[in-house]
């Protein structure tokens, strides 16, 4: 199957400051990407849909200018979680579409904000 | 895009065959349905997909009912690496999947 990664896998910050996390389709182009929060015991959020060329659409609830999304090219998005706070604290998780409706996701990016 | 409903938790043993089976009752037509296992920490694996009947692959096998209101997954002669949590999505072209709450399956020595 296709393959995504995401870097880093673990991050640790302080709180105030802001964090970036990659998310890249190794072996296939995708126009859309999607990123997903998941807290302790719970199912993946969809958080935002990430447009190769254009803005991300987001989902109800989540702020758009906490939580920047660019899609550089067709093998990158990005994800800059922004003045990052204790609440911020979760498993994000990125997916890219592949050979028509299959998701593919990537192994996952805790971040720790202290 | 289409909800659905799985068991919260399943316990086995090691070499039963495990069914578990996702209730969809509002599926469109051009949606797919697709099986994703997670393990802690871990990014949700790709299972199986399909659209109707049967499909099988070499870890798996997918059976869809001609109304296509549910599905079952079915996981022949488990092993305890197959403890996780497993997740059935509904969805079509447009790629955005909406999780739901997904099954926890235990498999005991």
């Known amino acids: 199957g296709a393959v995504v990664s995401q870097h880093p896998s673990r991050v640790i910050c302080k709180s105030g400051t802001s964090v970036k996390i990659e998310c890249r389709s190794l072996d296939f182009q995708a126009t859309t990407m999607f990123w997903y929060r998941q807290f302790p015991k719970q199912s993946l959020m969809l958080m935002a849909t990430?447009?190769?060329?254009?803005?991300?659409?987001?989902e109800q609830g989540v702020e758009k200018d906490k939580f920047l999304i660019n899609h550089a090219s067709l093998t990158l998005s990005t994800l800059t979680v922004t003045s990052a706070h204790p609440e911020d604290s979760s498993f994000y998780i990125c997916?890219?579409?592949?050979?028509?409706?299959?998701?593919?996701f990537g192994p996952g990016t805790r971040l720790l904000v202290l | 895009l289409a909800k659905t409903t799985q068991p919260i938790s399943m316990d086995s043993y090691e070499g039963q065959e495990v069914n578990i089976t996702c209730s969809h009752n509002?599926?469109?037509?051009?949606?797919?349905i697709t099986w994703y296992q997670q393990f802690p920490s871990q990014g949700p694996r790709f299972i199986i997909q399909?659209?109707?009947t049967k499909v099988t692959n070499e870890v798996a096998s997918l059976f869809i009912p001609a109304d296509r209101k549910s599905s079952t997954l079915s996981l022949p002669r488990v092993s305890l690496s197959d403890t996780a949590v497993y997740y059935c999505l509904v969805g079509g072209s447009q790629g955005n999947l909406i999780f739901g709450k997904g099954t926890k399956l235990s498999v005991k020595p």
């Open positions: 997916s890219a579409p592949s050979g028509g409706v299959t998701q593919y």
């Open positions: 509002n599926i469109a037509t051009n949606d797919y």
């Open positions: 990430s447009n190769e060329g254009s803005k991300a659409t987001y």
């Open positions: 399909g659209y109707k």
